[in-house]
């Protein structure tokens, strides 16, 4: 058996991440790691500490109801919580690569 592997990419590159955590007014707890890459064309790669779930968020995203509460594994009310925090800290995509 061979350990040959057909990479599509493989590359390192720097990041900052983001920890934050916070309760809602309903007394809901997110714990997050926000991490900044040019990976994703500007979109946020957002991990819920809590549950270990992982998105890609950009502001496209945020746009599509109930997706973040999809994402992440959360009830509607909770998904409505954090995508309001996701809005303040999401930006624009940008494609630098065009």
């Known amino acids: 058996m061979t350990d040959q592997f057909d990479f599509l990419y493989d590359t390192t590159e720097d990041t900052t991440t983001r920890f934050v955590c916070f309760i809602t007014e309903s007394l809901n707890r ?17 991990t819920n500490l809590q549950n270990g779930k992982t998105a890609i968020i950009g502001p496209d995203d945020l746009k ?12 509607d009310e909770e998904g409505e919580e954090l995508q309001t925090f996701l809005e303040q800290i999401v930006g624009s995509v940008n494609f630098t690569d065009l």
């Open 64 to 75: 599509e109801e109930g997706y973040v509460a999809y994402a992440f594994g959360l009830t």
């Open 30 to 46: 997110f714990d997050l790691a926000i991490t900044n890459t040019n990976r994703f064309y500007g979109k946020k790669m957002v």
